[in-house]
């Protein structure tokens, strides 16, 4: 799917979370190594001020409709929002958000 697309992104929240993955494996050197070789691929979507206003009006949307999904996942969506992008997840949290397409795979 990744293959087929004009331009791949991640969300610095999934960054963060793919290095504390990393930094508790017995494969760390590996794993490491293989991240560096290929993040250059990606585009880095940084947290901005926008993406804040984006996060705090999701999560009190979703909290009054009564679909609260996790923090990281609500700033993930955020960013989705901002930049107008899918998400590529099989987390089912993000179907609660109806700005965010999913995409599974």
Known sequence: MLRHQARACIPVIVLGEFRY???QSRHRATYEEWLES????????????????SYAMLRVALKERGTPIPANNAWIAALA???KLPVLSRDRHF???????RRGW
């Open 21 to 23: 993955g990393i930094a």
């Open 38 to 53: 290929h993040l250059g691929q990606f585009d880095v979507l940084a947290v901005t001020q926008d993406t804040a206003i």
């Open 81 to 83: 929002m901002q930049h």
């Open 95 to 101: 179907d609660a958000v109806s700005e965010v397409r």
